[in-house]
Every structure is written in structure tokens, then in C-alpha cells.
Nanobody, 111 residues
């Protein structure tokens, strides 16, 4: 059974940082592409970042240079380091593997 569990969300001021982590089980993690999505209140879920099994990464334009996705193939985890956070980054962040989703972790950026 595939399980994805996000952690690390919280409230920060603009300019602050948070590190999200997604613990996985039930997948062949080392061979899997992983992704982060987010959903702001009243908006559709949107792509944030992805990391391929070879470590290649891609980001939505608005987080490029501020967010970094990484993976640990020994711990079967994928992290999202978020720096210089902005109020528009406020959302529930979801870990994704194919058709599987975690329950999400809330990130609130507010002064």
C-alpha cells in the first residue's frame, strides 16, 4: 500500500524559510519520480516542483531560485526547502507520486 506523509508545515513571516518533508512507503522510491504540489484557498491545485529518479529537478516559475527539491533514496524521503517565502506561497502542500497523494501540510506566510 502506497503511503505518502508530509510534515514540516507551519506559519512564517515573509522572507522566512520552511523545510517540508515527505515520508514514503510502498513504492520503489529509488526508481520513482516525486513531486510537490500546492493548493491555496479557493484555488486549484498547482505544480510546485518535481525530482526525477536521476535527481533532475524542475520548478514552477514563481518558486524558481527560492525552493529546492531533494531526495534521499536511503530514507525514501523527498524534501522541499522553501526560502524567501512570500504571502502568495500560502497553501496546503502535497507530496505526489503518480496518482497517489499525501494528506498535505499547511504553510502560512503572513506578517
Amino acid at each position: 500500500q502506497v503511503q505518502l506523509e508530509e510534515s514540516g508545515g507551519g506559519s512564517v513571516q515573509p522572507g522566512g524559510s520552511l523545510r517540508l518533508s515527505c515520508a514514503t512507503s510502498g513504492i520503489n522510491f529509488a526508481l520513482s519520480a516525486m513531486a510537490w504540489f500546492r493548493q491555496a484557498p479557493g484555488k486549484q491545485r498547482e505544480f510546485v516542483a518535481t525530482i526525477q529518479r536521476n535527481g533532475e529537478t524542475s520548478y514552477r516559475e514563481s518558486v524558481q531560485g527560492r525552493f529546492t527539491v531533494s531526495r534521499d533514496n536511503f530514507k525514501n524521503t523527498v524534501d522541499l526547502q522553501m526560502n524567501n517565502l512570500k504571502p502568495e506561497d500560502t497553501a496546503v502542500y502535497f507530496c505526489n507520486h503518480g496518482l497517489k497523494w499525501g494528506k498535505g501540510t499547511l504553510v502560512t506566510v503572513s506578517s
